[in-house]
Nanobody, 121 residues
């Protein structure tokens, strides 16, 4: 049974930092591209960042220079270091295995349940 479990969310003031973790089990982690997505209340799911099997990284423009995605294959874990947080970063952050976009929707082989990030002004 595949599980992706996020942790590290919480309440932080604007300008602060959080580090999210995504612990994977039940899959060959190193063989998967991985990604972070977020969804704010009343808004659609948004791509945040991804990291390929070969450590290539991609970011949405709004987080470039502030967020860093990484992975530790030996620990079956992916991370998202979030610095200089802004109120507009408030959302539920979810990790995904083999994320892709198709017909305007984000799909993935597996999704985590998500962790809440709230940034106060």
């Amino acid at each position: 049974q595949v599980q992706l479990v996020e942790s590290g969310g919480g309440l932080v003031q604007a300008g602060g930092s959080l580090r999210l973790s995504c612990a994977a089990s039940g899959l060959t982690f190193y063989a998967y591209d991985m990604g972070w997505f977020r969804q704010a209340p009343g808004k659609e799911r948004e791509f945040v960042a991804s990291i390929t099997r070969r450590y290539g990284t991609f970011y949405v423009d709004s987080v470039k220079g502030r967020f860093t995605i990484s992975r530790a294959n030996a620990q079956n874990t992916m991370y998202l270091q979030m610095n200089s947080l802004k109120p507009e970063d408030t959302a539920v952050y979810s990790c995904a295995a083999n994320p892709r976009e198709a017909r305007g929707q984000y799909l993935a082989d597996f999704w985590g349940q998500g962790t809440q990030v709230t940034v106060s002004s």
